[in-house]
């Protein structure tokens, strides 16, 4: 009977190792495939933004102010109205013409018109070709030449602000790609056109004011709106790509690994990295087109983990110091 039970106790735990052994076997080999997988290097285009915020704004702001104080007889133009130089937007009367029309109203029709002919009123002119963005008054209402009656834009740009840090990164004529917070489906194409010679103090960081020029204003383009600009810095065509996630960096420089084939140890690979966005990053030398890269992620290529004689969790085995 007690043989009977020993042998039933042998083969129990017969059992149990060779499951065990299985169900290591099959985490192992299900860690090794998520821990590791391949790629290859394609070829694309990539461009690297400097990204800065700023307001819409008129690139000349101009107010129309009457030459005279008096009353605003007749209004010609309206918000978002185009006008030309020289054209009437306004008519206005002085003080004394306004009390002399008045007068003439309480004696009948026939002697306002007689008033109104022999006594013009002023008009007020558009000095610059322009966009109406306020208009201040209505007819009827009191002025005086302090007052501004319409405000013009001769065009409306972005005005953003960039960190002294950043400010040598940015050049005339660079191209930008500008989003409106209120409308930010409409991707908007410009260019830098200015940057400011004199400094501000913001928050107690200096910065520098660049003026963005939209190539085409939308029609919901509103003087005001906060805008988020991307600048781009470097533009390629047709290079070399991998992810930035297969890219591993130590005191020699980047580096990436080679796949050697499955239950193989990748090899590090030098490669010479050129410009990046928050995915891809350019390959100048080390690999080809061919390639097979492996991306092992970072927490599997810790100081620790290498530093152990055997890791279970890294695919390729661990590594003796």
């Not at 099959?26 to 307001?55: M, W």
């Not at 322009?130 to 007819?139: F, Q, T």
């Not at 030398?285 to 890269?293: F, H, M």
Request: glycine content about 8%; charged content about 25%.
């Amino acid at each position: 009977m007690r043989n009977r039970k020993w042998v039933i106790c042998v083969g129990l735990l017969i059992v149990v190792a060779i499951a065990t052994t299985l169900i290591i076997r099959a985490r192992q080999n299900k860690s090794s495939n998520e821990v590791i997988r391949e790629i290859s290097p394609t070829y694309g285009n990539i461009q690297s933004f400097l990204s800065i915020t700023g307001t819409g704004q008129p690139q000349n702001r101009l107010e129309i102010k009457p030459p005279i104080s008096g009353r605003v007889e007749e209004i010609l133009v309206k918000e978002g109205q185009k006008v030309k130089v020289g054209e009437t937007i306004a008519w206005m009367s002085s003080t004394e013409r306004a009390a002399l029309l008045d007068a003439a109203r309480s004696q009948g029709k026939e002697a306002l018109n007689y008033w109104k002919e022999v006594y013009k009123p002023t008009p007020l002119i558009a000095p610059i070709d322009g966009e109406v963005i306020v208009r201040a008054v209505e007819p009827g209402q009191t002025v005086t030449s302090g007052d501004a009656i319409i405000v013009l834009s001769d065009r409306l740009i972005v005005k953003a602000q960039a960190d002294e840090t950043d400010v040598g990164k940015i050049k005339i004529g660079q191209e930008a790609i500008i989003t409106l917070d209120a409308y930010p489906q409409i991707r908007i194409e410009g260019t830098v056109d200015h940057i400011s010679y004199e400094s501000k103090i913001v928050s107690n960081v200096t910065i520098y004011e660049i003026d963005i020029l939209p190539k085409r204003v939308p029609e919901v383009f509103r003087s005001g709106m906060s805008a988020n600009v991307n600048i781009i810095e470097a533009k390629r065509e047709n290079i070399l790509l991998i992810p930035l996630e297969a890219v591993r960096q130590d005191r020699e420089g980047s580096f990436v690994f080679l796949s050697q084939g499955k239950g193989t140890r990748p090899l590090k690979q030098s490669v010479k990295l050129g410009v990046s966005d928050d995915k891809n990053v350019e390959v100048i030398s080390g690999l080809g087109a061919n390639d097979k890269v492996a991306i092992v992620p970072e927490k599997y290529l810790s100081s620790k983990s290498e530093s152990s004689s055997s890791n279970p969790f890294m695919p390729f085995g661990g590594r003796r110091r």
